[in-house]
């Protein structure tokens, strides 16, 4: 007798196609830099990618989710943190990247994109659970560590020192009133730690 193996069930509608996607998530970056979110269309995509508006849809309710799941995906696509046996340096490296990601054309324009956005729109909801929430829970991992390691005192207020370290970044980003760069990120890890060392 031997054992029958049951299928798992098709999921509804058509499946996924990853290549498609990937090509419109490309020529969305290609349009924020030539430019700007103004550029982004869906049927500017349709036209450069030669993917139907209706498959592009199926993934993406408007031009705008599009443009934010490009910059996600290059968020994905940078370097990444290596963890190392310094987490405060590690912590540096992560606010660098972040100043680094928005920096390119393609995370100014979103950024203008969210500063606009009412707080409750799903790009929003999107932009803080995927990565602005995403990097402070990275922060807290590494501030964690030098707790361990005794390069950041113990008792310290976990949340406050977190928004000690990413408020600043978020607000510059979205407000526009200076340059979010590699000096200004060192600066507010600096003055950050000065409160959270032992």
Do not use: C
Not at 24 to 33: G, I
Not at 66 to 76: G, R
């Amino acid at each position: 007798m031997t054992d029958e193996v049951t299928p798992p069930p098709r999921a509804r509608g058509r499946p996924r196609d990853e290549g498609a996607r990937a090509s419109v998530l490309e020529a969305a970056r290609v349009l924020l830099d030539e430019g700007g979110l103004t550029a982004v269309t869906m049927d500017r995509l349709a036209a450069r990618t030669g993917v139907g508006k209706p498959t592009i849809y199926r993934s993406w309710p408007n031009a705008h989710a599009v443009a934010l799941d490009a910059l996600l995906q290059s968020a994905a696509l940078m370097p990444s943190v290596r963890e190392s046996t310094a987490p405060l340096k590690d912590l540096r490296r992560q606010l660098r990247r972040i100043a680094a990601l928005f920096a390119t054309p393609t995370g100014r324009s979103v950024a203008l994109m969210i500063a606009a956005a009412q707080s409750e729109t799903e790009l929003s909801k999107v932009f803080r659970h995927r990565f602005m929430l995403a990097s402070r829970e990275e922060g807290r991992s590494l501030l964690t560590r030098a707790i361990a390691d005794g390069d950041v005192r113990a008792g310290i207020d976990m949340d406050v020192a977190l928004d000690l370290v990413y408020a600043p970044l978020f607000f510059r980003l979205l407000v526009g009133h200076g340059t979010l760069d590699r000096k200004f990120v060192d600066a507010v890890l600096d003055h950050a730690l000065e409160g959270l060392r032992p």
